[in-house]
């Protein structure tokens, strides 16, 4: 990381410099910064906010004098965050945000309540294995505002609003504020019509004059095939209703895929575990294996080892949006008895001594089968 400028050098002031001399050296570097006179401009915007932190520091008599005794390394071991630890703004500059902001009228950023989108509502939605896998219809409970049809979302009961006088309909009034850049405007919400522009003469009992009241609903979904844990699928429109006639907000469902007791999931490939006996590993067998689309049979060779996985093509997850589907990967688990009576266990030491027998010499071999015989 760099090292941080001197703040004297940052503010062009020496170390005698006085608080009145401080405050005017921090002026003209602010106003030959500000980033709505150097828009675009990351260097400029790093001069700012190294002015508002030096100034932070030389403008109080305690900071200055640890400042002046130990440097930087004076607030670096209390920070909690940037800026020395002072929090806020720029350079933890505090409350000058805002006035910062608004220093030159707030140029061309004024913002007029107008049609706005509503805001999107989000939930959580669980899904089984398959449903999630094929795809499904559903009708999602959700809770959330919806327009008021006893006033047509105005507010009003007559339907009739009138505009704010104090802001002339903007919502947004400008005020004017001491500082020690000097006086200086800075926009705020109008505190009459709260930011709305429009004053409310005759209240809608039914939401309050909010225009709108709080509902639950069921809205029908539709699931797509593939989609997987997490995945959020957006529903249009059918978030919150807009202000002053602006298009309604989005439902954003995230999905949540239940754990299935067969199938693990990875991507649109799905993988299982599939128990055969010892004698089917070692001999070969038609298995039945459990599939998304139901049972399938498949043929083992003989010799097959415990830990052998086969493929069966196409019997996956289908892919999201798009034609296809993965595979699924079966991994072959020999299970080994754990009860077995006398006899059973007679047939087995018969059957390891003839496996034992085959590393015998050819001589011990013919001996045996000539016995056998």
Partial sequence: MAEKKDYYETLGVSKTATEDEIKKAYRKVAKQYHPDLNPGNAEAEMKFKEAGEAYAVLSDSQKKQQYDQFGHAAFDQTAGGGAGGFGGGFGGFGDFGDIFDSFFGGGGSR????????????????????????????????????????????????????TCSACGGAGRVYIRQNSILGTIQRETICEQCRGTGSIINDPCPKCSARGKYRKNIKIEVEIPAGIDDGQTISVRGQGEPGVKGGPAGDLLVTIRVRRHAFFVRDGFNVHCEIPVTFAQAALGAELEVNTLDGKVKYT???GTQTGSVFRLKNKGVPFLRGSGRGDQYVTVKVIVPTRLNEKQKEALRVFNDLLEGRERSDEEKKSFFGKKK
Avoid at 122 to 130: A, G, K, R, V
């Fill in 111 to 162: 913002r007029r309540t107008g049609p706005q989108k509503g805001q999107d509502v989000h939930i959580s939605y669980d899904l089984t294995f398959e449903e999630a896998a094929f795809g499904v219809k559903k009708e999602i409970p959700v809770t959330k505002d919806v327009s008021c049809d006893g006033c047509n979302g105005t507010g009003s009961k007559s339907g009739n609003t009138t």
């Fill in 300 to 302: 083992i060779n003989s």
